[in-house]
């Protein structure tokens, strides 16, 4: 029954449920460090229960439940293993998805989306109301989901930084500004493939201040600045490369005009915009641009695009598409220079 239209209407929506109930206990077990448990071969339940402290009877039962989702593997003497999913939530893998699965599953996220309905009626995001605050200053007052959050990121970048860099050239870059760099994880892997350039990772205090790691990892830290600041006061000039991934989706029409203007402000005279987004395209292959959407509906101002409606953001803000470049990955580039 691989084939979603071969399933029975009711149990497609019964499936729908039990997706909630998957990314939670996936969640879980990510958030209790079993993966990395596993990383060196297959246990039983008992014995992972008796390293977190936990209920042995309920530890199993996560472990099945989390294996009935392709997570983990059972073997015939009844340990659990780690399947290639469950590896990709190891801590310790290059482009871990710990980070993604534990921070969209945790309250900055899951409250809001728990009020998708206020922001289908208002048009507003959910998430001032279910967090007091905006997520920005919310992941700033909660530093552990927040740096979390940042951490999610690179897992991000890294799954789609291979289809970009094997699409997209940055080649002649000299000064890369990852504006809204979170941890750097993009600007580091255009680093290492152009290895006489310099990178300036900008983003705000409390991210930038947490980047160290990933650009250490990267082997990059000694060519990248990293800067502190907002996006819609300034950004740092000088740079012939600006690269915005999965920013202006964040934002409303006029905020991306504004982060843009701020851009073209500081980019030098021949200096490429790159922006890196899903795209919304009906005509397309089945995306998760449209979902990614929803959640930019309940969380932010902003929303997924079409290729047109990027382009008309650019013209405002006295730069023009150059060019969109589709990826072996759901996130395409696009170029914009000044008009
Ligand atoms: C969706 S994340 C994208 C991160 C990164 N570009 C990537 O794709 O992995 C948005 C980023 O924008 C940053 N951000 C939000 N508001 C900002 C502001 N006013 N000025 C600078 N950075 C901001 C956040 O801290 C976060 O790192």
Redesign the pocket.
Known sequence: MSDPSMIPPPAAIFRLVSGMWAAQAVATAARLGIPDQLAHGPRTAGEIATALRADPSAVYRLLRGVASVGVLSTEADGRFALTPVGECLRSDVPGSMRSLIIAEMAPGHWLPWGNLEHSVRTGKPAAPGALGMDV?EYYKQNADEGFLF?EA?SG??TMAMQAVLASYSFSGARKVVDV???HG??VAAVLQRETTATGVL???PE?VEGAGATLQAAGVAHRVERVA????QSVPAGGDVYLL???LH?WSDDECVQILGRVRDAMTPDARVVVAEMLIDDKGPPSPAPLLDLNMLVMLSGRERTAQEFGGLFASAGLKLHGVTPTHSPVAVLEARRG
């Open positions: 920005w940042a990121m991000m970048s809204g760099g979170s994880a993009f900008f983003d705000r991210v600041g907002d996006f819609f991934k999965h920013i964040d």
